[in-house]
């Protein structure tokens, strides 16, 4: 059994001595990769497993230094950090040794091979790919072409990822003490929080759109932009949103394209989308799916259900189930 001191030691899933059985079930728990033994040192595997909502939270030890070839993430994010020993990782033409402050951020899509080292434990959050990139479309109104690439080097040095261990601590805490936090309602906001931290926190391929910098778009983008947000449950056409922002609708066309990589319509949608989403999410008494999508402009409820699934991976029935769930 895993040391008390260790972090989720209540939550021992798997104990073994026997490498072959470690390997079985890291395989199950991850995904399924070589591993290659590299040292004598005794087997003292332990997997400790605990979730929030979506994200699961996993301490690990090997024991033996060792070789892992899983292969490529495809359907979740990992942020692995060091709690002994180092772990070397390579993804894709990137290397970075987690060991001490430095964590690392591994995304779906580069080859990923890892050297542990004798005795080493590490802490691994495992974020499912929907829910991440979910959590990205909400900051933006829209869902974004390209697929969420963070940076691998993740220093716990830099303040922003100093707070966001420190989040993940208070989660951690929570859960092995058995707190409010770890119980739904409140850990799924706890989730979400550390979603959204994470995006703010570690550098990423859209993290320029999402900082607090000036928007370069120009007035008329964003006249038409706050004019969806305060008519949203209005009948807004093109030809509407061209004459409060003051322009053509050519021109606000070609200054969507250029500024959001999409329409205003299109935009309009998303937004719509990610408020129906947020009336789902923190549903009151009383609350329907019909409701959500009438408040926020959308009629045609077959249509409204199909891009919902588009742009959050499940149905709007599946987000209201799920928020009068943390709330029984």
């Not at 434990?121 to 990205?136: D, G, H, K, T």
């Not at 770890?182 to 320029?208: I, K, M, T, V």
């Not at 009151?284 to 999508?293: D, I, Q, Y």
């Amino acid at each position: 059994m895993p040391s008390a001191s260790l972090p989720l030691a209540a939550y021992c899933q798997f104990a073994s001595n026997n490498f072959e059985a470690m390997h079985h079930r890291l395989s199950s728990v991850l995904k399924p990769h070589r591993l290659r033994r590299l040292s004598n040192v005794p087997v003292s595997g332990i997997i400790c497993r605990a979730n929030l909502e979506r994200i699961s939270l996993n301490l690990m030890r090997i024991g033996p230094s060792v070789d892992v070839w899983p292969g490529t993430l495809e359907n979740f994010y990992l942020v692995q950090i060091p709690i002994q020993g180092a772990v070397q990782v390579s993804l894709g033409d990137d290397r970075v040794l987690c060991q001490g402050t430095m964590a690392a951020v591994i995304s779906p899509g580069e080859r990923l091979r890892l050297r542990w080292s004798d005795n080493c434990a590490q802490l691994i959050v495992q974020i499912p790919r929907e829910a991440l990139e979910a959590r990205l479309a909400e900051r933006f109104g829209f869902k974004q072409p390209s697929p969420l690439r963070f940076q691998a080097a993740f220093d716990l040095r830099r303040s922003a990822a100093r707070d966001w261990r420190t989040l993940l601590d208070f989660a951690v805490r929570s859960i092995d003490a058995g707190g409010l936090f770890s119980r739904q309602p409140l850990c799924a906001r706890l989730e979400d929080l550390l979603l959204s931290a994470l995006l703010a926190a570690q550098p990423h391929n859209h993290a320029g759109e999402l900082s607090g910098g000036g928007d370069p778009a120009p007035y008329y983008v964003l006249r038409a932009e706050r004019t969806m947000h305060e008519r949203m449950a209005s009948p807004l056409t093109i030809a509407r949103l061209a004459d409060a922002a003051g322009v053509s609708e050519r021109t606000l066309h070609d200054g969507f394209r250029r500024f959001r990589a999409t329409t205003p319509m299109a935009r309009l949608t998303a937004l719509r989308l990610a408020a129906a989403r947020s009336r789902l999410r923190d549903a009151e008494a009383g609350m329907t799916v019909g409701r959500a999508a009438a408040e926020v402009g959308f009629f045609q409820f077959g249509r409204f259900a199909g891009s919902y699934r588009q742009a959050f991976g499940e149905l709007p029935s599946a987000t209201l189930r799920a928020a009068r769930c943390r709330k029984a």
